[in-house]
T-cell receptor, first 113, second 113 residues
């Protein structure tokens, strides 16, 4: 089965600092999409950022950016100027030509005041 | 738009009981899907649909049935609940295009005793 791996079950960061969450994946497709979702304690799944594999430029959304290394099949999320509201579970996910998302197991991020 | 709605928010069942988790969306999305989230497992796909009258199995379909009689609704049926089906269930929808992002409902927490 094609998988998505998040190797950091838990991380913490001081408020206003920068943190990077790691994600690796495998796929046999040439075109696919990668996503980071945030799940706060409310359990709502919130899209943070997305990356299309055929685009070489790394996606950015305000304080969130990704480092997409296609050859290495790596897709890390960088959060700058961390805020208390960033405390959540973060899931990396891949969609490769089919209809469904494949998720990693998640990284629990705690932002410390 | 209400987006993706799910009912109930929380349900307790006894082993062997049946029930239907409701999911509706008002965005005229063709694709809908059901995921379950277990601790430490991320989200896993149960069933999905690419349009009214068309459904298919995901990664963990056993014990669940779905149907899609309208574009708006995609109910998930548990025929004979088992403790292993204790989980949080998410419904999601998105438009047909491959570039489109998935929208998630708020989730249903199910406890099977």
């Amino acid at each position: 089965a094609q998988t998505v791996t998040q190797s950091q079950p838990e991380m913490s960061v001081q408020e206003a600092e920068t943190v990077t969450l790691s994600c690796t994946y495998d796929t046999s497709e040439s075109n696919y999409y990668l996503f980071w979702y945030k799940q706060p304690p409310s359990r709502q799944m919130i899209l943070v950022i997305r990356q299309e594999a055929y685009k070489q430029q790394n996606a950015t959304e305000n304080r969130f950016s990704v480092n997409f290394q296609k050859a290495a099949k790596s897709f890390s999320l960088k959060i700058s100027d961390s805020q208390l509201g960033d405390t959540a579970m973060y899931f990396c996910a891949r969609r490769a030509g089919s209809y469904q998302l494949t998720f990693g197991k998640g990284t629990k991020l705690s932002v410390i005041p | 738009n209400a987006g993706v709605t799910q009912t109930p928010k929380f349900q307790v069942l006894k082993t062997g009981q049946s029930m239907t988790l409701q999911c509706a969306q008002d965005m005229n999305h063709e694709y809908m899907s059901w995921y379950r989230q277990d601790p430490g497992m991320g989200l896993r796909l149960i069933h999905y649909s690419v349009g009214a009258g068309i459904t298919d199995q995901g990664e963990v379909p056993n014990g669940y049935n779905v149907s899609r009689s309208t574009t708006e609704d995609f109910p998930l049926r548990l025929l004979s609940a088992a403790p292993s089906q204790t989980s949080v269930y998410f419904c999601a929808s998105r438009p047909r295009g491959t570039q489109e992002t998935q929208y998630f409902g708020p989730g249903t927490r199910l406890l099977v005793l």
